[in-house]
Structure formats: C-alpha cells, structure tokens
C-alpha cells in the first residue's frame, strides 16, 4: 500500500530557531495534512493541503504541498516550548474512500 | 461546532475479558467514522471505517469488531483481549457525503492489557 515517509524519528530544536519537516511518498496524493500530537492525547489538524504547490499558513506555522503532489513539508517558525509534540503528516491517493495514510511521526522537542 | 467524546478515557482489563470503548460525534449528522489504534505512542493504525449506519469496513483482520448502532456512534468491541490489544484507540470523524478528507480526532482510550 502506500506510505508516507517521515525523517528523522525525533528532532532536538533550541527555543526560537526555526525547524523544517519533510514528508516524502513515492506515490502520487491528492491531499496533505499535518497534525500534531501531544501526549496522551488525539491528534490535532495543524493544516490542510489540497491543491499542488498550494502553501498555508496557521500562526508559526506553514506548509506546502510539493509540486509533484508526492511530498510536502512543515515549517515551525521561532519555536517555543509548547511546540513539543509528535508531528505526524498524512494523505489520501485517489480512490481511497475517505481514509488517509500516515506518516510514523517526528518527535519534536525544543530545549528552553 | 463539532465534538467528539471517547469513553473510557483508560481502562485495564485482562487478558480473555471482553471490550466495549464508545465514541459519539455531536454538531454534525451522518459523518464518517474511523477507529484507529496507536502503539508505542508512534503511527496510527487503521482498525475500522463507517461511512453511515450499520456499515463497517474493517481494514485489518483480528480480534476486534466495530458496530455503528446510530448515526454519531462509533462502538469498538472485543469479546476476548490478547495481550497484543494493549495501545492507544483513537476515534476520529469526517464529514460525510463530500471528498473531503480532513479527520478530526477524539482524546482517545489507553487500554492496558494484564
């Protein structure tokens, strides 16, 4: 099936520098998100993607579905504690009915 | 707006016992459903989807088995747990009807299994 590549497992950030992260398929999609995580809780949307080399913004925040629609990418501008989290991104390929395919995640952590 | 509740927020159970976890959906009518669990606190397996009452699509084999009683409820159960059970289960809806793809997720259950 297809799958979402996320790298690396975990990221280690100073408070206020800026992190970039990848999520890379060898398939074709048709839509990106990316959610974070904190612990002991459900996933929540950060930003939602649908169109080629479509780029969004929600705070910090800003993501960009790739122009070969086969990856994309999170950037976390001046970062802060609360960043903390597991970033996970995800997509649909035609046809899927709805579901979504997930990246494993990236594990962000931000030294005060 | 929309909310989604899971109960149990944790629960322990043994190994042969049986599972019952509940998700319902408020704010929204005939939203597509979905069942995942989450091992290790890394990725999110696809258990269960249901696009309206009364059908389940389930997308890997096992011990579990997902109902949808009404429109806006998700119902996960198990009649014997395995140790392999163990994880975090996470409900999540989407709106229904449209090609719309956004999921918007539950807080989720930790069950524990002994």
């Known amino acids: 099936g297809q799958q979402l590549n996320q790298s690396p497992q975990s990221m280690f950030i100073q408070e206020g520098e800026d992190v970039s992260m990848n999520c890379t398929s060898s398939?074709?999609?048709?839509?990106w998100l990316w959610y974070k995580q904190e612990p002991g809780e459900g996933p929540v949307l950060l930003i939602a993607l649908y169109k080629a080399g479509e780029l969004t913004s929600n705070g910090r925040l800003t993501a960009q579905f790739g122009i070969t629609r086969k990856d994309s990418f999170l950037n976390i501008s001046a970062s802060i504690p609360s960043d903390v989290g597991i970033y996970f991104c995800a997509g649909d390929v035609e046809g899927a009915n709805s579901k979504l395919t997930f990246g494993k995640g990236i594990t962000l952590s931000v030294r005060p | 707006s929309q909310t989604i509740h899971q109960w149990p927020a944790t629960l322990v159970q043994p190994v042969g016992s049986p599972l019952s976890l509940e998700c319902t959906v408020e704010g929204t009518s005939n939203p597509n459903l979905y069942w995942y669990r989450q091992a290790a606190g890394r990725g999110l397996q696809l258990l269960f989807y249901?696009?309206?009452?009364?059908?389940i699509s389930s997308e890997v084999p096992q011990n579990l088995s997902a109902s949808r009683p009404q429109d806006r409820q998700f119902i996960l159960s198990s009649k014997k747990l395995l140790l392999s059970d163990s994880g975090f289960y996470l409900c999540?809806?989407?709106?229904?009807?449209?090609?719309?793809?956004?999921?918007?997720f539950g807080p989720g259950t930790r069950l524990t299994v002994t």
């Open positions: 398939s074709i999609f048709n839509t």
């Open positions: 999540a809806w989407s709106v229904g009807g449209t090609v719309a793809y956004e999921q918007y």
């Open positions: 249901s696009v309206g009452i009364g059908q």
